[in-house]
């Protein structure tokens, strides 16, 4: 089968049989974007998708000319192999897949950190492909006492994110011998999850590695970054719509924000809510400037993406970096977020509905 009406879209999420049964434009949290759309005269539907029902969404899919998705990657404990295959299959029959699963394997895992680490966004990172390896290299990065942020390489929710550092006194006795042993594997480590509600922890180095063991199976792998101090001066989200700044999202606390000084590390602050504001908001011009003018050009040059091939929706996370010569702020690329991003501005609404637009009729 392949798809033959023109001008009309579905609009990709997850839920079970009920919800696939009972959707309508309206009992979503996409609905602001299937007004926009109507209003630009653009059929939407929902494509309610599971994957033990994902032929019947196959089948929808090849009747559409667009087709937007919002899917994690790690889903109520399922991935997005099924789903993947079956939006290349969608894609290759002509339709319109965004984020099409090319670009998010580009993109849309925390590789993209390491790719770009040499970009005006980047800092110092480095990529673990087994256990091994991080075993033999991440004692080295460790030897300053200076704490280190492990990602694995995909995942979403803090999932698989831990900060971790060498215990006060393993630090203070590595930098007086000026780094030159190593911490071994019994070395205390202070360590901590990103997900929600975690806590700092002590363990030995070699117990952590354990852990992380599972991040590795099925060719996973783990990236490694420099924690940023100025964390607790919060996290800037840029919305983006292809290559436009379509939106900010600004968020005082987030994830592994330290625990107040001289207090016990449980008594850390958990995530406060992510305020919204339009891309016209002054106090983000520059980093709008850096975006669309020099990083955002500099990365599709790099990872071999044409501008229409980049996401109809997608955001950037960023972190400020340390000040610059001239005393001006950096910022430190935290993540970017191609496969579900929501909720989102008010005013990415009309740049997403543009967008798809321009697609079905251009």
């Not at 994957?51 to 009747?63: K, Y």
């Not at 360590?191 to 852990?211: D, N, P």
């Not at 975006?291 to 955002?296: A, C, D, S």
Request: aromatic residues 8%.
């Amino acid at each position: 089968m392949t798809h033959t009406n023109r001008g009309r879209v579905a609009l990709l999420y997850p839920g079970d049989v009920q919800a696939r049964r009972e959707a309508t434009t309206d009992n979503n949290r996409l609905s602001p974007i299937f007004r926009a759309l109507a209003e630009r005269g653009i059929t939407a539907d929902p494509a309610v998708y599971d994957d033990a029902f994902s032929d019947e969404v196959r089948q929808q899919l090849m009747l559409v000319d667009a087709v937007l998705v919002w899917v994690n990657p790690l889903q109520e404990g399922q991935g997005r192999s099924i789903l993947d295959a079956m939006l290349r299959e969608v894609a290759a029959a002509g339709v319109f897949v965004s984020t099409h699963p090319d670009i998010i394997q580009k993109i849309g895992t925390k590789d993209v950190l390491y790719q770009t680490r040499n970009m005006g966004w980047g800092c110092d990172t480095h990529r673990y492909l087994s256990l091994e390896q991080m075993g033999q290299e991440l004692p080295a990065q460790l030897a300053s006492g200076k704490a280190r942020v492990l990602k694995q390489y995909r995942g979403n929710g803090g999932d698989g994110v831990w900060k971790i550092q060498l215990a006060a006194k393993v630090s203070d006795k590595t930098s007086e011998k000026s780094g030159v042993d190593l911490p071994e594997s019994d070395a205390p480590v202070s360590v901590r999850h990103a997900k929600r509600g975690s806590v700092e922890e002590q363990m030995a180095l070699g117990a952590f590695l354990e852990r992380c063991e599972s991040y590795f199976e099925a060719e996973g792998h783990m990236i490694d970054q420099a924690y940023q101090e100025r964390l607790p001066e919060g996290m800037v989200r840029c919305y983006l719509v292809h290559d436009q700044v379509a939106g900010f999202g600004h968020q005082a606390i987030n994830a592994l924000y330290p625990a107040p000084s001289d207090t016990d590390p449980a008594d850390v602050p958990q995530p406060g809510p992510r305020l919204y504001y339009p891309p016209t908001l002054p106090a983000f011009q520059g980093l709008k400037h850096h975006l669309e003018q020099k990083w955002v050009p500099e990365m599709q040059q790099l990872l071999d993406i044409e501008t229409g091939r980049l996401p109809v929706l997608w955001d950037c996370d960023f972190l400020l970096g340390p000040k610059d010569e001239r005393g001006e702020d950096t910022y430190v690329l935290c993540e970017i977020n191609v496969s579900s991003v929501a909720p989102f501005p008010d005013s990415v609404v009309p740049y997403v509905a543009d967008a798809t637009a321009a697609q079905v009729k251009g």
